[in-house]
Nanobody, 117 residues
């Protein structure tokens, strides 16, 4: 069983920066695709960024150029560096670990990001 614990959410002013962390327990971290998703009130959860076990990265168009996803397999930790934050970036940010099997799909409880204008 894998547990994911996010941290780093906070209240920040528009234009500011924030770094989220996701620490994973259990084994096979390096074999999993790690992702960050967010959900604003009343909206569906959406993908923000993912990084595969081989380091292939994808970003949502809305965060491209402003957010950076990374991982440290030695620490079983994934990160999301967020810069030039906008009010529309606010929401609960969830960490996801997927693979290497299709049944392996884990979620953290989320960390709240609030962006004031």
């Amino acid at each position: 069983q894998v547990q994911l614990v996010e941290s780093g959410g906070a209240l920040v002013q528009a234009g500011g920066s924030l770094k989220l962390s996701c620490v994973a327990s259990g084994s096979a971290f390096s074999a999993r695709t790690m992702g960050w998703y967010r959900q604003a009130p009343g909206q569906r959860r959406e993908m923000v960024a993912t990084i595969s076990s081989r380091g292939r990265i994808s970003y949502a168009d809305s965060v491209q150029g402003r957010f950076t996803i990374s991982r440290d397999n030695t620490k079983s930790t994934a990160y999301l560096q967020m810069s030039s934050l906008k009010p529309e970036d606010a929401g609960v940010y969830y960490c996801n670990a997927y693979g290497p099997t299709v049944e392996a799909d884990y979620w953290g409880k989320g960390t709240l990001v609030t962006v004031s204008s």
